[in-house]
C-alpha cells in the first residue's frame, strides 16, 4: 500500500510565478490536510479538505493561496505571485475519517528565487 | 505564550541510553496528543498517538500524558543511533478535527 505521495519533491519558482503542489493521499483515505514547515519552525496547519469540500482553511493566508481536492485526481495546494517568504516544506497528510491519526507524505521543499 | 512548547535541543545521548523528550502546553482543551518522528528532509512519521491521560506503550517507546501538569512525554529506551531524527509532538482539541498544533521539534542524535 502505497503511503502519501506528493510532487514534486523539490520546485523553483521565480518572485511572481505560481506553484502547484500536489498530493495523492493514500488509498482509502478521503481527508488531505497540508502543513508548511518553515526553517526552524514546526508544521504550521493550513487547510483540511475532505474531496470537493474545504472542511477548514483557518491556517490558509487569505491572499495568493487557493487549495482543493477534487473528486478525481490530487489534491492541489496553488500559490499565486509567489513571493520569497513563501520559500518552505510544504507537506501533505491524509486520514482514513476525520480522525487525528494523519499519515504525512515527503513533502515538496519549495525555494523562491 | 505559545500554544505548545518544545525544547529544540540538540540533545545528544550514547547508544543505550533511555531518553526523554516532553512538551508542555497552555490549551486545557487539548486530548489527543501524537509524537512523530522526522528525519532530515523526510515527512513526519506517526510513532504514538494517545487520548486524554496516561501511558502508552509500544516497544521501546512509552508516551505520558500528564493533562493536570499540561506536560507529555516520549520516553525511548534502549536508544539506537537509527533513533537520531527529530520529534515532533502534536496535540489536538478533535473539535476542528484537522487542525493538529505542533511543538517545534527536539533534535536527537544518539551516538555510537
Known amino acids: 500500500n502505497a503511503g502519501v505521495m506528493q510532487n514534486p519533491r523539490h520546485l523553483v519558482r521565480r518572485r511572481g510565478q505560481e506553484a502547484r503542489l500536489r498530493c495523492s493521499p493514500m488509498?482509502?483515505?478521503?481527508?488531505v490536510y497540508w502543513y508548511r514547515q518553515l526553517p526552524e519552525e514546526g508544521l504550521k496547519f493550513m487547510v483540511y479538505?475532505?474531496?470537493?469540500?474545504?472542511?477548514?482553511e483557518s491556517g490558509m493566508p487569505k491572499e495568493r493561496f487557493s487549495a482543493e481536492f477534487p473528486k478525481e485526481g490530487p489534491s492541489i495546494l496553488r500559490i499565486q505571485q509567489v513571493v520569497r517568504g513563501d520559500s518552505a516544506a510544504y507537506f501533505c497528510?491524509?486520514?482514513?475519517?476525520?480522525?487525528?491519526?494523519?499519515?504525512f507524505g515527503p513533502g515538496t521543499r519549495l525555494t523562491v528565487l | 505564550q505559545k500554544e505548545v512548547e518544545q525544547d529544540p535541543g540538540p540533545l545528544s545521548v550514547p547508544e543505550g541510553a533511555i531518553v526523554s523528550l516532553n512538551c508542555t502546553y497552555s490549551?486545557?482543551?487539548?486530548?489527543?496528543f501524537m509524537w512523530y518522528r522526522q528525519y532530515s528532509r523526510k515527512g513526519p512519521e506517526l510513532l504514538m498517538y494517545?487520548?486524554?491521560?496516561g501511558n502508552k506503550e509500544d516497544g521501546r517507546f512509552t508516551a505520558q500524558v500528564d493533562k493536570s501538569s499540561k506536560y507529555i512525554s516520549l520516553f525511548i529506551r534502549d536508544s539506537q543511533p537509527s533513533d537520531s531524527a527529530t520529534y515532533l509532538c502534536?496535540?489536538?482539541?478533535?473539535?476542528?478535527?484537522?487542525?493538529?498544533?505542533f511543538g517545534k521539534g527536539t533534535k536527537l542524535s544518539v551516538k555510537p
Open positions: 497528510a491524509s486520514s482514513p475519517d476525520s480522525g487525528l491519526e494523519q499519515f
Open positions: 479538505l475532505q474531496k470537493e469540500n474545504i472542511i477548514d
Open positions: 494517545t487520548y486524554s491521560s
Open positions: 488509498k482509502g483515505h478521503s481527508h
Open positions: 490549551n486545557s482543551a487539548f486530548q489527543y
Open positions: 502534536a496535540m489536538s482539541d478533535g473539535g476542528s478535527q484537522g487542525n493538529l498544533i
